[in-house]
């Protein structure tokens, strides 16, 4: 019973990672339509910045992981105004070979300047250890991950139902030309979503370090998996990113607990299996 | 039949013809075996990769679909080639057409799958499936070795040529084989099917209303794009009497993508430039770290995207074009 | 809902126009009548053969073929190519990859003598997106012209060109065989009161009136849809 519920409760963890990883770029897939692999580089910057300020620094864990969203995002920002607003006409193909560009520069910067060995965090005492409810142990890191994660989808479902600025994304998602049409700054709306989406990744990859590891590698390595939330969630769904990051995240685990020799086989089949059914994915609109 | 051609079939004949720089090209191609005798293996190894690359220019410069999994069918062929030559005979020209025939069928009978969808859904399918054979050939061990390969392959000669250790015959057996497929690609872009090819890439939307069908056209360029990246493997797979699960990865998709893109896609040449340059590239530099050789390639991704969007053959037409 | 309860019937031979206001739905209608999109209700005759069900690349081989208000032609394929795929289209022959295009001189032919019925002899060589965009419009109705179609639905075929190049597209379509069917979506009223046999109007997605120039000018409702319009515009 123990190892049940406790696979599934460090897949669904690690679902929530996955959704913290993904969200922005289904929401900023659905409006702009800019197929942005590096997405995922956001996470490492967040990630690096995180060891940084807590190793190099000594600033505490929380304050470490608030700075990784503002320094992801404010990369994220200054990346979308210089480089990515240039291809937004672009082919998918061009977006796709620029922005994989961008993945294997970031893989080798941060190669360069922090090595490619693991990374390590120090979490502050109560993170660490077990927690006992209702006779089993879980993780007490794990459980902060989950709350942390609940936390982020539940503002940002705020975000979009209740603000000015939620339904204009909303609208820009449903309809860019239409939006534009009526006087709505879609591209102004899209920065700060981009920013959103790049720090929400950053946060993501500075919690990541002392769960699933950080190195050079991690953008390419989790791009996988992130991509296959968007796509089979839906493109601009939050709800969407929420359900198939934990399916994924849940069945990954399970797989590699219950079934190993069946690798990512499943994960993999079941995505194109899905695909098929629901090309848009399962909360995509069209 | 004979009559005059008229202006309008004449125009045509001009797409068609050879040109000088062409034959010299081909000619060119004879020189690794008296300049760079040292290097044949090493130019084996660049016509194995063109002719993957010419294989994807199809799919993806004539046709306009995007994948980011065209191993699956490289290493379709090449283990159907091992497998062949491992079990039951070596003898490698027959091998070529059972990987192309079986490389082939494979991707008709997925691109029923694929060629229904665009943007990141294609994106993903395509993935999909590249990382799912490469899944399933992983952990299929009894079949193809798993992660350490398929042993017992061995291929030692090819018409009566021994494949010797100067990489003679294996040029020789490539480049032959290379252009024996691109003179099968040469002819279906000059052919009214290329021409609708180029079609659905320039206006997909517009195609329906001409009366065409869209799918059928698509799937057609599958079956042929996955035979000939099947002819490639078998290739590989006869040159080096080894089959690696690395045939497979998506690294070798995404390599051939970057490959194809920086020679220009579209212009039947762009994969054969692209592969040169890339496979001597990365033999000088073999040398440095594979990260560093990493952040040159995304470099020269980002750099080509920006100003060379038509890949280096593009830039040089383009300049061809402003000196005339 | 853009378009309901629409009922009507394209004598042969005839020329109509379709008008209404902006977003009465004259684009979807067009839509809905080449396959583009599909009917809740109700069904699309073409000389008595029945087509809802039919995509529309196969209404397209009966004889159904339509021009698209925003460009929507090959960029990099030069006009004669573009055309000429319509006729190897049309013909069956796209299917082939084995022989090779200087093969198909008839078909070749055949699309440079559709360009020169518009007046697009001499842009054959050169890459649809060189063109200037009067001869690009034209361009359009050759493509749909390739495919030898019996019903011709032009929508807006002289949209954003200036009122001197507009005169030379409706003179050719007006040129064209007295056979074809053709239906256009036209805003500037001379032109339709000089090209059309007929005219429907198109309000709020519903056909409000069809009937000869002199009846829908003379018409009431029409008016008041149009001036009402001026009033407020």
């Given amino acids: 019973m123990q190892s049940l519920v406790g696979v599934l409760f460090d897949g669904f963890a690690y679902g929530m990672l996955l959704f913290l990883l993904s969200v922005g770029l289904s929401v900023t897939l659905g409006m702009m339509n800019f197929v942005n692999l590096a997405h995922c580089s956001f996470a490492m910057v967040g990630g690096y910045a995180t060891v940084s300020f807590m190793n190099r620094l000594g ?102 139902e209740r603000t000015q600025f939620g339904a204009t994304v909303r609208a820009a998602v449903d309809n860019q030309r239409m939006a534009r049409g009526l006087g709505i700054d879609v591209d102004r709306a899209f920065m700060i979503t981009f920013a959103l989406g790049g720090g929400l990744a950053g946060l993501g990859g500075g919690l990541a370090v002392e769960f699933v590891g950080l190195e050079p590698t991690f953008a390419l390595t989790y791009l996988v998996y992130v991509l296959i939330v968007v796509a089979v969630g839906g493109l601009g769904s939050i709800g969407g990113s929420f359900v198939a990051a934990a399916v994924l995240g849940i069945s990954d685990m399970a797989g590699k607990y219950f079934f190993p020799w069946l690798g990512a086989f499943l994960i993999y089949l079941v995505m194109v299996a899905l695909l098929m059914w629901r090309p848009a994915g399962l909360f995509g609109k069209r | 039949m004979a009559n005059a051609s008229s202006t309008a079939a004449r125009y045509f004949e001009g797409q068609v013809r050879w040109r000088p720089l062409e034959i010299v090209f081909w000619l060119a191609a ?85 060629v229904r969808f665009r943007h990141l859904t294609l994106i993903m399918l395509t993935l999909g499936i590249g990382l799912l054979l490469h899944e399933v050939a992983n952990s299929a061990t009894w079949l193809t070795g798993g992660a350490d390969g398929l042993q017992g392959v061995k291929v030692t000669s090819v018409l009566g040529f021994r494949f010797d250790l100067y990489g003679r015959t294996a040029y020789s057996y490539s480049l032959a084989t290379l252009f024996v497929c691109f003179l099968v690609a040469r002819r279906i872009v000059h052919s009214p099917f290329g021409l609708a090819l180029r079609g659905i890439r320039e206006n997909a939307l517009r195609m329906p209303a001409l009366g065409a069908p869209n799918q059928a056209h698509l799937r057609k360029a599958y079956a042929l794009s996955a035979a000939m990246a ?63 050789w990493y952040f040159w390639i995304g470099l020269l991704l980002v750099a080509v995207v920006m100003f060379l969007p038509n890949g280096i053959l593009g830039g040089l037409s383009a300049l061809y074009k402003k000196s005339e | 809902m853009v378009a309901q309860d629409i009922s009507l019937a394209l004598p042969k031979g005839v020329r109509h126009a379709l008008i209404g206001p902006n977003g009465a739905g004259k684009t979807t209608l067009i839509n809905l009548l080449t396959g583009m999109l599909q009917p809740d209700r109700g069904d699309i005759f073409l000389s008595e053969e029945r087509v ?22 090959f960029p990099k394929l030069t006009a004669l190519e573009s055309v000429t795929l319509a006729v190897l289209e049309r013909e069956g022959h796209a299917h082939n990859w084995w022989r090779g295009l200087p093969r198909f001189g008839a078909s070749a032919d055949e699309a440079a003598a559709i360009l020169a019925s518009l007046n697009l002899a001499g842009t054959e060589n050169r890459p649809t997106h060189e063109l200037p965009y009067g001869q690009q419009r034209l361009l359009e109705i050759a493509l749909a012209l390739a495919t030898r179609p019996r019903v011709l639905l032009l929508d807006e075929p002289a ?45 709020g997605g519903s056909i409000l009136v069809e009937g000869t120039p002199e009846e829908i000018s003379r018409d009431a409702q029409v008016r008041e849809v149009y001036l009402g319009k001026a009033h407020r515009g």
């Fill in chain 2, 30 to 114: 004879l020189l690794p075996f008296v300049v760079t005798p040292a290097y044949l293996s090493l130019a084996s190894q660049v016509a194995i990769t063109a002719l993957f690359a010419l294989s994807l220019d199809l799919l993806v410069g004539y046709a306009g679909l995007v994948s980011l999994g065209h191993a699956a069918f490289f290493g379709l062929g090449a283990y159907s080639a091992g497998l062949l030559a491992k079990h039951f005979w070596n003898e490698p020209l027959s091998g070529l057409i059972v990987a192309a025939a079986l490389a082939g069928i494979v991707g008709y009978l997925l691109s029923h799958i694929i």
């Fill in chain 1, 59 to 160: 600033w505490p864990f929380f304050a470490a992981l608030a700075a990784a969203f503002v320094v992801a995002a404010a990369v994220a920002v200054v990346l979308e105004r210089t480089l990515y607003r240039r291809l937004y006409r672009a082919s998918d193909l061009d977006q796709c070979l620029f922005t994989i560009g961008i993945v294997f520069i970031s893989v080798a910067a941060f190669a360069f300047f922090y090595t490619t060995e693991l990374q390590s965090a120090r979490v502050p005492e109560y993170l660490r250890g077990a927690v006992q409810i209702m006779g089993i142990n879980f993780a007490a890191y794990r459980i902060f991950l989950v709350a942390v994660s609940l936390a982020m989808a539940v503002l940002l479902i705020f975000l979009l």
């Fill in chain 2, 230 to 292: 099947g002819v490639a493997g078998a290739l590989l797979t006869h040159t080096t009497s080894t089959v690696s699960l690395e045939v497979l990865s998506f690294g070798r998709s995404a390599d051939v993508l970057v490959i194809l893109i920086l020679g220009g896609a579209g212009r039947l040449y762009g994969g054969i430039l692209g592969a040169i340059i890339y496979m001597v590239a990365r033999d000088q530099f073999s040398g440095i770290n594979p990260q560093y």
């Fill in chain 3, 52 to 73: 809802t069900a039919l995509r529309p690349e196969a209404r397209v081989r009966r004889g159904l073929a339509r021009t698209f208000q925003i460009n929507t032609l």
């Fill in chain 3, 159 to 203: 949209a954003g060109v200036p009122k001197d190049e507009s005169a030379g597209i409706f003179g050719a379509i007006a040129g064209l065989s007295s056979d074809l069917t053709i239906l256009f979506i036209e805003h500037d009223m001379d032109v339709v009161f000089r090209f059309a046999s007929r005219i429907l109007v198109m309000v």
